[in-house]
C-alpha cells in the first residue's frame, strides 16, 4: 500500500522535484577551495530550509570547519533511530574544459542529469530528502525515528564531524541505533546489491631533495645522481613480481576471510566488459587472489601523482634538486591508518640513496568499515531492495573509502551498513558527471520501503 501511495506521489510531483533537485546542485559547494566558502554555506543554509519546509526539525551543528545539516523526524521513545549519512560538498571541477556543459548549471539529456555532485552525493542525499517529504505530505508517520547527517566537508576530508566526535553535546543529536550510509554503488543498473564494508585509506606527500638547486643534466649528468631517477626506483620496489606489497610486516594485521566469508559476497567481475568501459590496457590485481577480492577485502598502495624537474612544453635539460610524489595506501581490517603510514614512510627513508634527504608527510586518514550482514539494518536494506528490483539483492563491498564513518561508527557505538544507486561510469570527481533520474527514482523507493518495513525487521 505504502509502495503505491510513494509511486503516485513521485510521479505526480516529478517535475517540481526535479527542479528543486537542479536548485541544489546549483550551488558551487567545494569544501576544498576557500574561494567558495560562502558558496557552502549557502547550500548549508538553502538544505536547512528545505528539510524545515515538510516538518523536520532543523539546524546547523557548527564545527571547527563547515557546519553539518542536522535534521530529524522523531516518532517515539519506543522507536529505535536511523541516523541517515550523506554530504553536500562536492569535488572542484577541473579540467573545466573536458565538461560538455556548464558543471553548476544541471544539464537533462537522455534522463541521465549533468552536473558536479549529481551523483556524489547530492543526487543521493536528494532522493532520501524527497522521502522524507513525501512522508509528511502523505501524512505516512513511520514506526522509526529518523535523524538526517549531511555534512560538509567529506570530500575533503570530513575535518569538522571527525572533531566534533568528542564532544558530548554535539555528538548526543547524532545518536542513534541504526547508522545508514547513502553513499555507495550497485553493481549494475539493475543489479540492487547492499555495500557491507569500505576500505580505509593514509594519503602522503613525499620529497626526495638531491642537492640545493637544480643542475645542468649535461655537466652533472654521471656524477650526481638524480632524485627523480631515486624516486622512481624506491617507489617501485614497494611492490613485488607478483603485485604483492613487498613493505616488511604490511599485511600483518590484515584480515583474512574464509571461504563461507567469500561465498556471501558476489564477487563477480568481467575483465573484457570493464576494460572496454574504462579503456584499461592492463589490470594488476594482487598475486594469487581474485580481481574483486584484491580490490575489496586486501591492502593496495597506488602512487596518485609524480613530479619534477621541467615539465612545460619543449625541453629544458635539468636534473632537479628534488622529486615528488602523492601516494595513497587502502586498508582493509585489521590495519591501522598511523601504523601503516609509518610503515611505508621507514621503507622508503631505508631504501633511497644514502646522503639523499626525504621527507615523508602522513596525512590525516581513515580507518576501513566492516558491516554485520546480519544485522536489522542490513536485512532491511537488502529487502528493501529486493522489493523494489523484484530481484534478489547481493551482498558487495566497496575498495573505495568514507573515512569518518568509522569513527563515526565507534562514537556511537551502532551497526551500520552502506547502500546507494551509483554506477562506476557515473563520472564522480571527474568532468560530466551525472545520474540519471530513474536511478534517483528507485533510491528513493528503496528508502522507503526500508523505512516502511523496519517493524517487521525488529520482530
Known amino acids: 500500500m505504502v509502495y503505491e501511495q510513494l509511486k503516485d506521489w513521485f510521479k505526480k510531483h516529478s517535475t517540481e522535484n526535479m527542479e528543486i533537485f537542479f536548485d541544489y546542485l546549483r550551488f558551487p559547494s567545494i569544501s576544498t577551495d576557500s574561494t567558495y566558502k560562502k558558496d557552502v554555506l549557502e547550500c548549508a543554509d538553502w538544505l536547512i530550509d528545505f528539510c524545515k519546509s515538510f516538518g523536520l526539525e532543523s539546524k546547523l551543528i557548527d564545527t571547527p570547519h563547515y557546519p553539518i545539516v542536522f ?25 573545466l574544459e573536458l565538461w560538455k556543459s556548464d558543471p553548476f548549471e544541471p544539464k537533462l539529456e537522455n534522463d541521465n542529469i549533468f552536473a558536479r555532485g549529481a551523483l556524489d552525493n547530492k543526487g543521493q542525499n536528494f532522493y532520501v530528502l524527497l522521502l522524507l517529504k513525501a512522508l509528511h505530505e502523505l501524512n505516512i508517520s513511520p ?3 529518523i535523524k538526517l547527517c549531511i555534512e560538509g566537508e567529506e570530500e575533503s576530508s570530513s575535518k569538522g564531524l571527525s572533531e566534533i566526535l568528542t564532544d558530548k553535546k554535539k555528538i548526543s543529536d547524532l545518536s542513534c541505533d541504526y547508522l545508514l550510509v547513502v553513499d555507495a554503488d550497485i553493481p549494475a543498473k539493475d543489479k540492487p546489491a547492499i555495500t557491507l564494508g569500505a576500505r580505509g585509506i593514509v594519503p602522503m606527500d613525499i620529497e626526495l631533495i638531491g642537492s640545493d638547486t637544480d643542475l645542468h643534466s649535461g655537466h652533472h649528468g654521471g656524477i650526481i645522481y638524480s632524485p627523480i631517477r631515486a ?30 566469508d567469500l561465498n556471501e559476497l558476489d564477487l563477480s567481475f568481467d575483465k573484457e566488459e570493464y576494460k572496454k568501459s574504462f579503456g584499461a590496457r592492463a589490470l594488476a590485481p594482487e598475486g594469487g587472489r581474485d580481481i574483486l577480492e584484491s580490490n575489496w577485502l586486501r591492502p593496495s598502495i597506488e602512487i596518485n601523482g609524480i613530479y619534477g624537474g621541467y615539465t612545460k612544453p619543449g625541453f629544458k635539460t635539468v636534473i632537479p634538486a628534488s ?34 634527504e626525504i621527507k615523508v608527510n602522513v596525512m590525516h586518514g581513515g580507518k576501513p568499515i566492516s558491516a554485520d550482514p546480519n544485522s536489522v539494518i542490513a536485512k532491511g536494506a537488502e529487502k528493501a531492495y529486493s522489493k523494489v528490483f523484484n530481484k534478489p539483492c547481493k551482498k558487495i563491498m566497496t575498495g573505495g573509502s568514507i573515512p ?17 544507486m551509483g554506477l562506476s561510469d557515473d563520472n564522480i570527481h571527474a568532468p560530466n558527471e551525472h545520474f540519471s533520474w530513474d536511478r534517483l527514482e528507485r533510491g528513493f523507493y528503496v528508502i522507503g520501503m526500508l523505512i516502511d518495513n523496519f517493524k517487521s525487521e525488529l520482530s
Request: net charge negative.
Open 404 to 420: 569518518v564513518i568509522a569513527e563515526l561508527k565507534d562514537a556511537l557505538d551502532c551497526e551500520v551498513v552502506l547502500m546507494g
Open 143 to 145: 514506526q522509526v525515528n
Open 323 to 356: 622529486a615528488n610524489a602523492k601516494v595513497s595506501c587502502r586498508l582493509v581490517p585489521d590495519q591501522s591508518p598511523e601504523e601503516v603510514g609509518e610503515k611505508i614512510s621507514k621503507f622508503l627513508s631505508d631504501n633511497i640513496p644514502k646522503g639523499m
Open 71 to 95: 535534521a530529524e523526524k522523531h516518532i517515539s521513545e519506543k522507536y529505535p533511530t536511523i541516523l541517515i549519512y550523506g554530504h553536500y560538498d562536492v569535488q572542484p571541477v577541473d579540467p
Open 231 to 260: 624516486l622512481v626506483e624506491v617507489l617501485a620496489k614497494m611492490w613485488d613480481e607478483n603485485g604483492a606489497v613487498a613493505i616488511d610486516k604490511f599485511y600483518e594485521d590484515v584480515k583474512e576471510y574464509s571461504k563461507e
